[in-house]
């Protein structure tokens, strides 16, 4: 049974596959030297509406930290939420790769504001403190949130007029476009981010992870960044292929469309489920929803369920491109007959 | 005027700078292998009551995290307090010299409890967080509260029951145990401690800093870490021949003593004046108050007073070794007469 | 027309990409917990003749990159010689992750002899110096040599006695397996190397390669320095189902034997052209060639060829698995038609 | 009796002892921002003949790698002799910190030349390699030998023709400016160094050490790497009181002066004693020789004489300041005992 524990879970989609094996042909240069890469980040550039700079690489983790540490000096540091996804999940990889540290602050469902930010302002100067650089932000966040595009602009505002860089963890981003029915260009390119790690893997590719710079000027030594991250792909052309079919026809749309349609059908399903109380404001693939202690231990004795935080009780459900109407009946039907 | 900024405003003791002046007889082993570092190293030993490690090292930054980078391995990472001076007021010393990260809870009048620390137990085996190693405490802590004997016992009883370590920074840890009537070893060496930034500079010392281990085991490697930490002064006896006098005669306690005397002084003079608020809790030399705007206004117009925590208006007084209470009567005067 | 830059070159072996397309069967769990990545481990372990500890990662850097980091404190270092792919081709890659540093000797003929590692040896317990703890070798060198299986566990056995590791880099282990007509057991484990970089890509592998390690103590913490190290990829089934057909019926002697057969088609046709003078000892896929001035100044003008080292004239040509007799005759009527 | 094992094993001169003693008056701000650490910074400009910007810290070690930190990206290198005291003498203390990786090349007397250099230009732009960015030199060099003035324009110019930085690590710079009979000014300042360890600890100090910036702009951050790098001194009075003394009435160059003297007096009687080789180009207060192996033995064997590197039979004596001839006599007249 499917126990919608990630968008990691699923393969990839058919066209995605496809491009890979097209991309089998005869010999390339390597190291992203090749006319399929070069085609990739054209067509990125193309759906981000400007010139920009790519560096593929193959996790959403070496997006984040290779970017970041291109921003940051030993001594600086990168602001953001308690869940972001820096200070939770990549086991202090920042750290070690750059030498910089995170300065988190409590989260507003998932999201940070300006007025989180400006108390670390304060250091600036302070040869005590780490300087506060880089704001980052998860698009969609780990709580499943969505900043709307004012917000990201507010804060790409607020991060240049400190004389900081503001930094997309896009993991997510195609949700989080599809559930504003906005585009890249809107949402990213024009409210000024710096910096988007444009994740593909959790919406239908195999291993596409990209690091997207919208200033040259910052990323003009991301190559021997990506090179020391231990990330420089020799054989770039099975990663970069990926994208191609991704921008093409919209597929990335289409996957985040059918994600996010089965989350929100879900989130419904449950809804309506005594003992489950789903929390608010989730409008992409992932519902978060406490479940009554009973219910839990039920479910785990009978499914062997293992997802949910058993401490707070609460329960992750993340839908995917591939998620079936009759895979969230199912989970339903099982919760349902406890 | 002095303004009771800081316990490193002030000078040397008298004692320790003829300490220093009777170390400059003919020539020593450099780094640490001459007698009278031998000497320094044995009086700590017989202070603490125990067979200790020993590493001589100029500031209080580097005892801290020369001695936390021999505990942690990068993937690894230390909690403490938000207002945890290794969070704070290190400007990433740890993350770039170790790789490690600081985990951090808010403060309970700048103490952590065990049940601070408990969330952080389950990230235990998870490869996509930093594994929790080492607990930081300071004695005294930032705010000026004092951890009791028994708090320590229980924070080093639970550290080990976890597989974790102890780490005490004690850039004011004479301060303390002068204010709880106790002994180094009584506080540090029978709690189980096990590992400790013995700081000197801030009563009466020069440049006296110390990692003292507490077992030899976890400390093996540490020269190779001091050395790499750039630490390893090449004319060590000017360093360890400080302890000497600092240690014999109870110097350390005398001074500490009047330091505290007159910290506690000042918090019943301040007590009086109307528009300040004298937080609780102060039991050695750091005085912490709320002020009174206004006052504060006056203060910086008439005495150029720069100190205060403009943004919360709370002001720290720190007396030292050589505070007289004529320095404190003319701040309370200066004070009154707003 | 193909110049024989790299193996990297190449595209992937159909058996391959076969392999990645059947993965593509339905949801599975993330980050290497699903029964194809346990599968390929079990058949690592089966060629290797031992239950090995396995991390699967995408580029030969990261291979290498986190399997020292994993063996290495901040304070130790790798020994190797000047030519090793960690010294020349991983823009400090070693140097930032771990901390700890390369100590390089003068080579003879890509390797490395006992007698090269021993004036190291006196730094053992010196703080002002580094630590040498890991050797570590290419087989095949970068110079297209490679060590015999007596060479390998001499140097095994030479690093046990001096509490030291042997790591081998083996992006091209089985071109030399096939050349001296060895096996994988043989030659690592039997010999006693302590740590593999298992490399398939440069075999007819997408993004093929693996940690090996053949002492669980020393790799018990390595899924720590994988995640921080950037490399725990999600969907891990796409890489390490590649191991499978690549193991399976023996494709990756196959294919080595195929890369071999035409290096050394390659090398018996160049040695008969005058003005190119072969280097001596080349028995895989790669030969090196000292080519006169006019000709690699002709070869750039028609061809415009690239490859040369211009300082010293010499070339590298690598074939592989896909490489044709066709291809390597072209190049050769190339050349010699000026 | 003395062996002359290093100028570190002598103690602090008068002068500057008296020095500290002065500056132990009353109340100061910490970290710097005192009047004495000031007036030692003017004194510093002064006898540069430029307003430097002047870093106190407490160890050589700290002076070299907080200094080169700031110049150098992770994916950077510094260029030096395989001698050079960054390359042996340092554990690894720059990559740690750092990121970045030492370059080295066999050394001609100790020294490093333009040709030594270039072939390592040929990595710019290549992301798979480090990027050289340092020139690092030793003036005094630790073989004892010493660049001239003009050397070290030559590599000033060619490193900035290269978009490099020179930079000087200068532990016994007072030694080779005597003997050179040159001033700070003609030899740092007028060449175009661009950043020099400024080392006082050898000539008599107590632990005086200087990062100087001759470019303010490339040591704009450098507050920030003193304090990461755990060098920040609270009571910086007591260091920076040190230079005035040492700079005011040619202290640095009597101290230097008679080092040297002590160093060529040395090494005339030395060259008369038979199974003694010294070697050339010795013109400060370091004098190398190789030793008769006999002569060694017996050397230990009557006075425990351990400062030989018994592989090469080569001992290194070095003379101080306060060395006197009586003591390079008995020492003469042991060797010749034997």
Redesign the interface.
Known sequence: M?FF??D?????HPNI?EG??N?????????GNDDITKKAIEKISEVFGQDVDVYF??????AN??GL?GLL?????VVCTDTGHIN??????L????????LYTPNSSGKITKEDIK?FL?SIGN?????PKVIYISQTTEEGTIYTVEEIKELADFAHENNMYLHVDGARIANAVVALDSTFKEMITDTGVDLLSFGG??NGM??GEAIISFNKEISK?F?????????????MR??SSQFIPYLENDLWRENAKKANDMGQYLLEKLTKIPGIKVMDNMETNMVFAHIDEELTKEMKDRYGYELLDE?KNIARFVTSF?TTKEEVDELIHAIEAI
Not at 23 to 31: F, L
Not at 73 to 77: L, M, R, V, Y
């Open positions: 499917n524990q990630s990691n879970n699923s393969g990839v596959l890979i094996n991309a089998n042909e005869g010999i390339a240069a390597p190291y690489v193959s996790t959403g983790t070496a930290i290779i540490a000096k030993p001594f600086e540091a939770v999940e990549e086991c202090g990889a750290q070690v790769f750059s030498g910089a540290r995170i108390p304060s040869e005590h403190e780490s300087q893997t959790k195999m291993m030594n190559k021997f960044y990506r090179k020391q991250g231990m990330q420089l792909l020799s054989k099975y990663t401490e591939d």
